[in-house]
């Protein structure tokens, strides 16, 4: 077979339209990794308060600003997407929820308590 | 199972190193641990009436709240260094660079576990 010849190869990644359980398949090391980096800035935060109330003010400021506002916000849901997603991954490695309907099903569940979840934990936040 | 591996491989010495079991396995203990903690962690900061520098601290004086914050740092950092040497091991095809994206990454995560810990240990005992 010549290089001329136009048919597919293989499902290669650029080409292959990636079904919804893969995508959020990659999604959870993507969050995974944020979550490593929100770890580190964790306990930046905590040496923060550690190391006074005036270095606390300054990060207080920070955190309290409407980008803070949009960064916690955004670790939250990662969180929670992370947090749903690794508890069917729980599920899968007992050998649960294997099947194709069954991870379609924990997939659109997973998506909604995510939302679900970061919804409820800022509005006790900010209300 | 050494009877098992062909003169060349036991010749190059690669293969198995022994620990594969146990880095999957303590991924997922630390990710049971961290369900009932992320919950803890995401509720406790949610119901702060405030983030003044007093209310941080007495909120991180009190035994539970140190404990727990100190566990969540240390189940969240080997989760994290865990996943981070799969993605590394998974993305990374020279060996040698592997070898050292792995070893910072497990450096630089220790440091910041270690400072999370350090920092709620001294807000909690002199705070």
């Not at chain 2, 209310?55 to 100190?70: D, E, G, Q, R």
């Not at chain 2, 993305?91 to 910041?112: E, G, K, M, P, Q």
Request: charged letters at 10%; aromatic letters at 12%.
């Amino acid at each position: 077979m010549s290089w001329t010849d136009k048919r597919p190869l293989s499902p290669h990644l650029q080409i292959y339209k990636l079904p919804i359980t893969a995508k959020l398949s990659v999604i959870h090391r993507g969050t995974g990794v944020v979550l490593t980096l929100g770890l580190i800035l964790l306990s930046m935060v905590l040496a923060s308060i550690a190391s006074g109330e005036s270095a606390w003010a300054s990060v207080n400021w920070l955190i309290s600003s409407w980008f803070g506002y949009l960064v916690l916000i955004a670790f939250t849901a990662t969180l929670y997407y992370h947090f749903c997603n690794g508890i069917r991954h729980l599920f899968w490695d007992v050998g649960k929820g294997l099947d194709l309907e069954s991870a379609k099903k924990s997939t659109a569940l997973v998506l909604i308590a995510t939302v679900v979840l970061t919804v409820f934990t800022w509005v006790i936040v900010l209300f | 199972m050494s009877y098992l591996r062909t003169p060349l491989s036991k010749a190059k010495g690669l293969g198995s190193a022994k620990t594969g079991t146990e880095h999957f396995w303590m991924q997922r203990i630390t990710a049971l641990a961290l369900i009932p903690l992320v919950i803890w962690f995401c509720m406790s900061l949610a119901f702060l009436p405030d983030a003044n520098y007093a209310t941080v601290v007495s909120w991180l004086s009190s035994p539970f709240n140190a404990v727990l914050m100190i566990i969540t740092l240390i189940a969240g950092f080997y989760h994290g260094a865990l996943g981070m040497q799969i993605i590394f091991e998974d993305y990374i095809s020279t060996h040698s660079t592997r070898i050292i994206a792995i070893i910072i990454s497990n450096l630089v995560l220790f440091f910041f576990a270690a400072l999370g810990v350090f920092s709620v240990l001294k807000i909690s005992i002199s705070g």
